[in-house]
Structures are given as structure tokens and as C-alpha cells.
């Protein structure tokens, strides 16, 4: 099946540092990545939707100077988190789906982002 | 805004029982997905059912969907220790993102 590696699988950054995860599919195109994050214990929340070759759509609530997403390639999105601060410590997810509606989407194995 | 909603937000079970898990959506969709994570991981697809269908299984999974009643329901048969995770529902819709509920939290106890 679809793999969607994501790096690193933790990381652990001072406040004010920047801090880039890479979301990659490794064995098909993915025109569209999404990125969500979860907090403990609750389910996860979509951040933004990263086109390859375009910007990225964020959802209401998401700043976009803060989480700055490029999709350079077919297989790959990268999510920078700028001048982290405590509160952006979560667990940060990727997905990409193939075309067709009817698949499954496949996740990447998550971000633990701890800014300290 | 969220869409599926899962209920009970957690349940705990004997192993070799089996486990039911309910959600509910809001709008129309064409499919309806059930994912596992487990602990500080990502998620794994368990299985998709479409819209025009009624009932899937996959091995000692079953999912059914009431689209009349926009509800779906997730049993697990003779759970194991294992089967220990959170289990999310999640809608989509044509050409959108999925929606994800918030979860139930399964434990299934030796």
C-alpha cells in the first residue's frame, strides 16, 4: 500500500525558533496534502491543505504567516512553524490521498512538537 | 467544523468481548472511513464504506451506515488487548477534506 513518511517524528525547540516538518509520499503523486494538528486526547483538526504548485488553503482560525506550508513536488509538502511558542506544542499530522474520493487517505506517522 | 461525532467517548471492554462504536455526521457524504491511532501515532485506515452501501466487513471488523439516519457504527468482534487505541470516524466528501470526529477511546483489558 500508499506510504506518507513525515520527519521528524519528535522534535523539541526553544521559543522563538523555527522548526520545518517534511510530509512525503513515497510511492505516488499527491496534488494535495493535508495538514492537521491534535491536541492530547481529542481528535485531529485540519489546519490546511497544501496544492502542489499553488498556495495553500488554510482553514479559519489557522495563521498563515505563523504555519507557512510549500508543496514544491508531487511528493512533497513541508510544514514550518515560525517563532514557535509554548502553545504550539501538539502533535502535528500529514495526509495525502490519491484522485479518486473513494480511498482512504494515508497518514503519516505524526510530528510531537514541544517548544520549550 | 467538526462533522462526525463519535459516542462513547470511551469504552472499556474484557478482551474477547466485542466492542461497538457509533458515529453521527451533519452533511451529505460519499464515504465514511474508520481509522485506528494508537498512542502519540498516526493513523491507520481500517476500512471505507461508500455511501450507496450498507454494511462492510473486514475480518473481525464491521461497519454499517444509515445515511437516512447519517450514522455509522463500528463493532469489533472478540476484541483483543491489541485492539487498545482510539478509533476515529472520518467523512468526506467529493474534491473536500475529511472531517474527523472526536474519537473513542478503546481499552480492552487481559
Known amino acids: 500500500g500508499a506510504v506518507v513518511s513525515q520527519h521528524p517524528s519528535w522534535v523539541i525547540c526553544k521559543s522563538g525558533t523555527s522548526v520545518k516538518i517534511e510530509c512525503r509520499s513515497l510511492?505516488?503523486?499527491?496534488?494535495?496534502m493535508f495538514w492537521y494538528r491534535q491536541f492530547p486526547k481529542q481528535s485531529l483538526m485540519l489546519m490546511a491543505t497544501?496544492?502542489?504548485?499553488?498556495?495553500?488553503?488554510?482553514e479559519q482560525g489557522v495563521e498563515k504567516d505563523k504555519f507557512l506550508i510549500n508543496h514544491a513536488s508531487l511528493t512533497l509538502s513541508t510544514l514550518t512553524v515560525t517563532s514557535a511558542h509554548p502553545e504550539d506544542s501538539s502533535f502535528y499530522i500529514c495526509?495525502?490521498?490519491?484522485?479518486?474520493?473513494?480511498?482512504?487517505?494515508?497518514f503519516g506517522q505524526g510530528t510531537r512538537l514541544t517548544v520549550v | 467544523s467538526q462533522q462526525g461525532e463519535e459516542d462513547p467517548q470511551a469504552l472499556s471492554i474484557q478482551e474477547g468481548e466485542n466492542a461497538t462504536m457509533n458515529c453521527s455526521y451533519k452533511?451529505?457524504?460519499?464515504?465514511l472511513q474508520w481509522y485506528r491511532q494508537n498512542s502519540g501515532r498516526g493513523l491507520v485506515h481500517l476500512i471505507l464504506?461508500?455511501?450507496?452501501?450498507r454494511e462492510k466487513h473486514s475480518g473481525r471488523l464491521r461497519v454499517t451506515l444509515d445515511t437516512s439516519k447519517k450514522s455509522s457504527s463500528l463493532l469489533i468482534t472478540a476484541s483483543r488487548a491489541a485492539d487498545t487505541a482510539s478509533y476515529f470516524c472520518?467523512?468526506?466528501?467529493?474534491?473536500?477534506?475529511?472531517?474527523f470526529g472526536p474519537g473513542t477511546r478503546l481499552s480492552v483489558l487481559p
Open positions: 495526509s495525502a490521498s490519491r484522485t479518486d474520493p473513494n480511498t482512504e487517505a494515508f
Open positions: 510511492d505516488f503523486q499527491a496534488t494535495t
Open positions: 497544501s496544492n502542489e504548485g499553488s498556495k495553500a488553503t488554510y
Open positions: 452533511t451529505s457524504i460519499n464515504n
Open positions: 464504506i461508500r455511501s450507496n452501501e
Open positions: 472520518a467523512t468526506a466528501n467529493y474534491g473536500q477534506n475529511f472531517v
